[in-house]
């Protein structure tokens, strides 16, 4: 699946989510040793909504265009629902378990990109197998 830009959907999806966990990780920190204060951009949660739903929109197209077109295989799915889970409950849960709960579903959606571009890829060298 390419998408306008000539860029796998997946590896878009990876990197959203990454940039997400390394965010979601790096903000509290530098914000508790005095590096940023509290009412920086990074801050703000708005960016947190919208980032998460640019990954919504980005993992729907490719894990569920690649569930029906290529592998049918549901794990990716599933690790990109428990990923997003994970990061709603981050952002409900101001406290202590924010971080933790950001951290973990970013790297379970950025995961299940990964798994979905390993499974597409083995999808389209057993067709090349069997046409041959």
């Not at 860029?7 to 997400?20: E, H, I, K, Q």
């Amino acid at each position: 699946m390419k998408s306008i830009f000539n860029l796998n959907p997946d590896t878009a999806g990876f990197f959203t989510s990454m940039l997400c966990a390394i965010h979601c990780s790096a903000v509290p920190v530098m914000i508790s040793m005095g590096l940023l204060s509290t009412s920086t951009w990074l801050h703000n949660h708005l960016i947190d909504w919208v980032v998460i739903g640019t990954g919504i929109v980005i993992a729907t197209y490719s894990l569920l265009g690649d569930f029906i077109k290529k592998h049918r295989n549901f794990t990716p799915l599933a690790l990109a629902m428990l990923g997003f889970i994970f990061l709603f409950t981050g952002m409900i849960e101001h406290h202590g378990w924010m971080l933790l709960f950001s951290v973990a579903g970013g790297l379970l959606v950025a995961t299940a990109h990964l798994f979905n571009h390993r499974l597409g890829r083995l999808s389209f060298a057993k067709k090349l197998s069997n046409n041959q």
